[in-house]
């Protein structure tokens, strides 16, 4: 059987940069237009997606001019938020709709029945090549609203439409939803974390469990839908995009009312669409604007909820492993992290720093741990005390003890607790969010709440250089190890005595870890 043809051939891929092979492809695919065949999700290429009918415009040729059906029978769907720089007054909504529409718009009051406030948004449409004999073309429209000027600490009621959709209107207000600022003085609040989602039972499970926590706001540590099934970041990459249709409308029971903050991971660099394999997450989120430049590295900014400063990285950025986009920020998304670090730090109202990104610093699952990230980030997460740090990747739950200088500072049994300035910093791989599970290292075991195994250290591998190397290391730090699907619950208390509450919970809700980080007033700013 021939092998279709998917794009550049695996050998010359490997050899090519995420802007080499979008150049290789813009070329080819300005010379000549796949015929198309059938798509990927219905003939089954797509592993870990649920099958079905996508809604985005699938055609067989050359993009054509945006036609517009008539709005009523164009439904919104995917709805997902996400904070803008300031959580307190500023919220963004994205959704999507499967034709081009004209003047699309949110409508949002204080009232589901009341909502007076219009606001205008723009469309972003993306248009992906049919490959022959492996995908149609296919054309997905992405859209956006930028609300500002909201009150702290407000549930808001929204809805969004476009001309001949009027959310207000009687038929169509089951469609209203709603969501809540940050509130202006810290108080208590819970988030979630986890990566590694895609689409399908297991993913949906991990949606549920996590609305059941009430979250003031979720952090997808990377690794999104896998509409790119192998993550190479190369253009030989088995790729459909109606995966992503799916995945918003999997995720809109979830997104809709919690902001979803998402960052990217190695299968979420696309070459289709820019040179950097960014050009299709700018189409489908709003992200904050935090000083770094979000049209080079989307899945990197910050924002500050209550007494917790959040931190997003790109890790493609340092990725020894998978070095697709290795450089591409060219050191200045790391200057940026030294700059974001110090200045959440000088904040006086800010107790913790949590950083979240896809690649592993420390684990002993299949992927490992990655030695650019600990070249680029682990020191600073150092000097500046960070006090939590999430991961993806691995699709397991993994925990360190507190580690600094890549050497445990001080064990962190279940139950127990951690001080960033006197231990380090502790580790988690939160990668268990619905695609196909892991196991560990050989040697390196399963061991969590109610299932504990001595403590002892494990054998695993570390990427060493950046060439791709990997290298033997034994791995002390590896404190918790659970093969499930699971999501990190975080509970952040403000006060004389502020401290992180964080448990790990198993698709049925059990817990399978916790422990503490606490820091006296004292301890707040980097020594």
Not at 304 to 318: E, F, H, Q, R
Request: aromatic share 10%; glycine share 12%; with cysteine.
């Amino acid at each position: 059987m021939e092998t279709p043809d998917v794009g550049i051939p695996p050998q010359l891929a490997r050899r090519m940069s995420m802007p080499e092979q979008y150049e290789y492809l813009r070329t080819r695919f300005s010379r000549r237009r796949a015929l198309v065949s059938a798509g990927a999700v219905a003939g089954g290429l797509l592993t870990g997606c649920s099958q079905g009918t996508a809604p985005g415009t699938r055609t067989s040729g050359s993009p054509s001019p945006a036609t517009t059906a008539h709005g009523s029978g164009v439904p919104p769907f995917g709805r997902h938020l996400a904070f803008g720089a300031d959580p307190m007054t500023q919220m963004r909504i994205s959704w999507q709709v499967p034709l081009a529409v004209r003047k699309p718009y949110v409508r949002i009051g204080l009232r589901p029945d009341d909502l007076g406030r219009r606001i205008p948004a723009e469309v972003r449409a993306l248009h992906t090549p049919g490959v022959s004999g492996v995908r149609l073309a296919l054309d997905q429209f992405y859209v956006h609203a930028a609300l500002d000027r909201l009150a702290p600490g407000t549930t808001y009621y929204y809805g969004v439409g476009h001309d001949g959709f009027d959310p207000a209107a009687p038929a169509h207000r089951s469609t209203i939803s709603r969501f809540r600022t940050a509130p202006a003085a810290p108080k208590s609040f819970t988030f979630t974390a986890f990566g590694d989602q895609g689409v399908g039972d297991a993913a949906a499970a991990s949606d549920r469990l996590m609305l059941a926590q009430n979250p003031a706001f979720h952090l997808h540590a990377g690794d999104l839908c896998y509409a790119d099934g192998t993550g190479h970041g190369e253009k030989s990459d088995g790729y459909d995009p109606g995966a992503w249709d799916l995945f918003l409308k999997q995720n809109e029971q979830v997104a809709r009312t919690v902001p979803w903050m998402v960052t990217t991971g190695n299968h979420d660099m696309e070459a289709w669409y820019s040179p950097d394999g960014y050009g299709g997450q700018l189409a489908r989120w709003s992200l904050p604007d935090s000083g770094f430049d979000p049209r080079s590295t989307p899945g990197a900014y910050a924002f500050t909820y209550g007494n917790v400063g959040v931190v997003a990285l790109d890790a493609n950025d340092v990725s020894y492993e998978i070095r697709a986009n290795l450089g591409h920020s060219d050191g200045r998304q790391t200057a940026w992290l030294e700059r974001t670090l110090g200045r959440l730090r000088a904040t006086a109202h800010i107790d913790f720093v949590v950083v979240f990104f896809h690649h592993c610093a420390y684990s002993t699952s299949a992927h490992a741990s990655d030695g650019g990230v600990r070249k680029a980030w682990v020191p600073l997460f150092d000097k500046h005390r960070v006090d939590l740090v999430v991961n993806g990747h691995n699709h397991v739950y993994e925990r360190t003890d507190a580690v600094r200088g890549s050497a445990v500072g001080r064990a962190v049994p279940i139950g127990g607790t951690a001080d960033p300035v006197r231990d380090g910093v502790v580790y988690v791989t939160a990668g268990g969010g619905g695609r196909d599970l892991y196991g560990f290292q050989p040697g390196s075991k399963e061991s969590y709440e109610g299932h504990e195994r001595r403590h002892r250290p494990v054998d695993s591998v570390v990427w060493a250089s950046a060439s791709g190397q990997a290298k033997k290391e034994t791995a002390d730090w590896s404190r918790v190890r659970y093969r499930g699907f699971s999501l990190l619950k975080v509970e952040a208390e403000s006060g004389a005595h502020p401290r992180l509450r964080v448990s790990a919970l198993a698709r049925g809700g059990e817990r399978v870890d916790h422990f503490e980080v606490r820091r006296s007033g004292a301890q707040l700013r980097s020594q």
